[in-house]
């Protein structure tokens, strides 16, 4: 039976809006299955490809926390501290393709209900990548996902043709979507960077040739803290870092904004709310921006106990939805989705206290 909690979103039923992120939580069988028995909506796999992978030799992940006392953000161990960000480095899934799909088909037959949405990812480098973008879409569809979640936004490909380089790239986007629509027959849900100067412009492409959703926002690229004492990162490999990808609380107002801008100049599209979501206000906020869709990462992660997948998160956020849409008498979030886009103008256009102002332009 329908609840209030369940969405259609991109032609999917969701028993609840709640899905996991394509991330650790999601990186095996074990832990998707663990996820969709605790409560989880759907999930997208962590991302899947046919290049090598070798993760850097020292922590893939930290999670920084913000303190009243110095050191203020840090994620050296000290009391009365919050959630502030996590940091990371990490490349796609290691576990190759053809390891993947019988787990794949395992956990669609055990959890028919809930939606199962391939992460996968290519190069855009000639008609040999297309075909590795076809071959992991229709091995990924044939063992059952739902839906695929294209992988235009990992931070920390080298290759030029990956990830978020290729995010500027109107016509690869459109090719890879061309490459992709033309073998399978499922929704398409696309990931984006949020580094991208051209973002609004990057999904008009993927929307035009065939993607079903943006899902919004990968990690901000950026770099960890260094300690003046030590002089070391406090995450590095032999005292050398490079660009990570910043999530989590830190980055929720920056994802909004991203959500806004695409859903503002596409109010008829689908997107997947991604960045710093905690509890039922963040995934609100996402929501009264347009998202149709919550993805969460980092807060299951970092909760305690749960092996990385946010047991108790996931009964909160639909304990908190729930209740929401009770007490206001809402049938669903689409009661409430998107209110908010009329209300985010140009800086101008909000009040002064004369009527003088032009935005800056002489009269
Ligand atoms: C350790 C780690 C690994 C990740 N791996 C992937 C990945 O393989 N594919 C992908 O699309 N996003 C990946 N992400 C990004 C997350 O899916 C998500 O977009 C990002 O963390 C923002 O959400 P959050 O603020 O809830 O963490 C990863 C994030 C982290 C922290």
Redesign the pocket.
């Known amino acids: 039976m329908p609840t209030e909690l369940h969405t259609n979103f991109t032609g999917l039923d969701f028993v609840n809006p709640f899905v996991l992120?394509?991330?650790?939580p999601t990186e095996s069988k074990r832990k998707i299955l663990k996820a969709f028995e605790v409560g989880w909506g759907g999930v997208?796999t962590?991302?899947i490809g046919l290049h090598p992978v070798e993760n850097v030799a020292g922590p893939?992940?930290i999670y920084q926390r913000a303190s009243e006392t110095k050191p203020y953000v840090s994620r050296i161990k000290r009391p009365d501290t919050v959630s502030h960000s996590?940091w990371?480095w990490?490349l796609?899934?290691d576990q190759p393709l053809d390891l993947w799909l019988p787990d794949l088909e395992e956990i669609k037959t055990t959890y028919p209900d809930r939606m199962l949405i391939g992460?996968i990812m290519a190069g855009a480098g000639g008609e040999e990548e297309m075909d590795n973008w076809r071959k992991l879409a229709t091995s990924c569809v044939n063992a059952g996902c739902d839906a695929l979640?294209l992988?235009m936004?990992?931070p920390h490909m080298d290759r030029k043709d990956m990830g978020a380089h290729i995010a500027n790239d109107e016509e690869i986007i459109k090719s890879i979507l061309k490459a992709v629509t033309s073998v399978v027959d499922v929704p398409i849900w696309v990931?984006l960077t949020p580094s991208s100067s051209s973002l609004v412009e990057g999904a008009a492409a993927a929307y035009a040739a065939g993607a079903s959703s943006i899902s919004l926002?990968?990690?901000f690229p950026s770099l960890p803290l260094m300690d003046p004492e030590t002089m070391k990162f406090e995450v590095e490999v032999d005292g050398l870092v490079t660009s990570g990808?910043l999530?989590?609380l830190a980055?929720l107002h920056q994802?909004l904004q991203r959500v806004s801008d695409i859903s503002r100049a596409f109010p008829d599209k689908s997107i997947s709310g991604?960045?710093?979501?905690r509890g039922f206000r963040e995934a609100f906020n996402f929501i009264v921006h347009g998202a149709g869709n919550l993805?969460?990462?980092?807060?299951a992660?970092e909760e305690k106990g749960s092996g990385g997948i946010g047991v108790k998160l996931i009964q909160e956020l639909k304990d908190d939805l729930s209740d929401y849409l009770q007490r206001n008498n809402y049938s669903s979030i689409e009661a409430f989705r998107g209110v908010a886009r009329e209300r985010i103008v140009e800086h101008s256009k909000v009040r002064r206290k004369s009527d003088d102002y032009t935005g800056g332009y002489a009269k």
């Open positions: 992120a394509s991330a650790p997208v962590k991302t893939k992940t996590s990371n990490e796609i899934s992460s979640e992988n936004s990992c990931k926002c990968n990690t990808g999530g989590g980055i994802s991604i960045g710093g979501i993805q969460v990462c980092t807060a992660m």
